[in-house]
C-alpha cells in the first residue's frame, strides 16, 4: 500500500508573511526528519528564497518557455536540510493569466507521479491568497491539498482575504475540494490583535493552528536569505515555529467554514474599530490603523 502523503496549502494576502511562514514551516517539518517539498504558487517565485539563501530557482513556466519538454526532475532544487524546492512561476508581464504556472506546475507533476517517486512525506502549496479564483483556486479545487491553512494578522484586509479563502473552500467541497485546517494568526502584537484574531475564528467556525508573534529575528533571518530556523535556530521564534509544524503534521481532521457576508464582515470590523477607539481613550485620530 503506498504511503499518504501530506499535501497542504496555505493561502494568504500579499505581504502577510506567508512565505516567510510556510519556508519555515518548511524547515522545521524538515528538522523533524520528514521529507518535504515547498510548491511556490506566488508569480513572484520567491516563496523558497530562504531556504536557498537568497537565491531564487529557475521556474516551471519559464523552463518550458526555454524547452518543448520537462521532466519534472529538472525544476526541482534542493534546499536548506534537504527540503525540495519548485517555483510554479507566472507568465510574461502583462501577458496571460498569473495563475497559469500553477496549473501547468501541477499538471506535470501528477503526470510523472513526482510526489510518490520523491517518496515525500509532506507537500506545501505556498499560495497567494487574495484571489481564490483561476490558477489559484488549483490546490483547493482539485483536491490536491487535503487541508488548507490561511495565514492572517489582525488587519481589516488581511481578515478580508481569508474570509474570501473561506468562501473559495465552500465552493468548491461539495466536488471534493479541500477543507480548512485552521488560521496561522501572524505578526501578533498588542493583545488585541490576538483577540480580534480570535473572534473572527469564532464568528466564522475556525480555530487558530498557532500565534506567531511579530519579531525582529524573522528579518535578521531574512537579510541573511535564510528561514528563522536556520539562522538563528535557538531563539524563542524558531519554537514558534516548531510548534507550529508538530501541530500541523498531527492535524488529520479539516472541516467547512462559516466565512461571513461582506456586509456582516463590515459590520464586525465597524465594532471592533469603536472597542479599540475606546480602549485608547480618545488617543486614536480619525482613520488611524486598527
Not at 66 to 90: H, L, P, W
Amino acid at each position: 500500500m503506498a504511503k499518504k502523503i501530506k499535501q497542504i496549502a496555505i493561502y494568504g494576502k500579499g505581504g502577510i508573511g506567508k512565505s516567510t511562514t510556510t519556508s519555515n514551516l518548511s524547515a522545521a517539518l524538515a528538522e523533524m526528519g520528514l521529507k518535504v517539498m515547498q510548491f511556490g504558487c506566488d508569480p513572484k517565485s520567491d516563496s523558497t528564497n530562504t531556504l536557498r539563501s537568497g537565491k531564487f530557482i529557475p521556474t516551471v513556466l519559464d523552463t518550458l518557455r526555454e524547452q518543448s519538454a520537462v521532466k519534472a526532475r529538472d525544476v526541482i532544487y534542493e534546499g536548506f536540510n534537504g527540503i525540495y524546492c519548485v517555483e510554479a512561476g507566472g507568465p510574461a508581464p502583462g501577458v496571460g493569466c498569473a495563475g497559469r504556472g500553477i496549473i501547468t506546475a501541477v499538471e506535470l507533476f501528477k503526470q510523472q507521479r513526482v510526489f510518490q517517486e520523491l517518496d515525500l512525506d509532506v507537500v506545501i502549496f505556498d499560495v497567494l491568497g487574495d484571489v481564490v479564483c483561476g490558477g489559484f483556486a488549483v490546490p483547493i479545487r482539485e483536491g490536491i491539498a487535503e487541508h488548507v491553512f490561511t495565514v492572517s494578522s489582525s488587519d481589516f484586509m488581511s481578515i478580508y482575504a481569508s474570509n474570501n479563502l473561506f468562501k473559495g473552500i465552500i465552493k468548491y467541497s461539495n466536488s471534493g475540494g479541500a477543507l480548512l485546517g485552521g488560521v496561522i494568526a501572524n505578526s501578533m502584537g498588542p493583545p488585541y490583535s490576538r483577540e480580534i484574531i480570535d473572534d473572527f475564528v469564532t464568528k466564522t467556525g475556525t480555530g487558530v493552528m498557532e500565534y506567531i508573534p511579530r519579531s525582529i529575528s524573522v528579518t535578521q533571518s531574512e537579510l541573511q536569505g535564510k528561514t528563522t530556523i536556520e539562522a538563528l535556530p535557538r531563539s524563542a521564534q524558531a519554537e514558534v515555529y516548531r510548534s507550529l509544524a508538530k501541530k500541523i503534521a498531527a492535524h488529520e481532521t479539516s472541516k467547512a467554514p462559516a466565512p461571513l457576508e461582506v456586509s456582516a464582515l463590515r459590520e464586525w470590523a465597524g465594532l471592533w474599530a469603536d472597542r479599540l477607539l475606546a480602549l485608547e481613550q480618545g488617543k486614536v485620530s480619525e482613520g488611524a490603523a486598527i
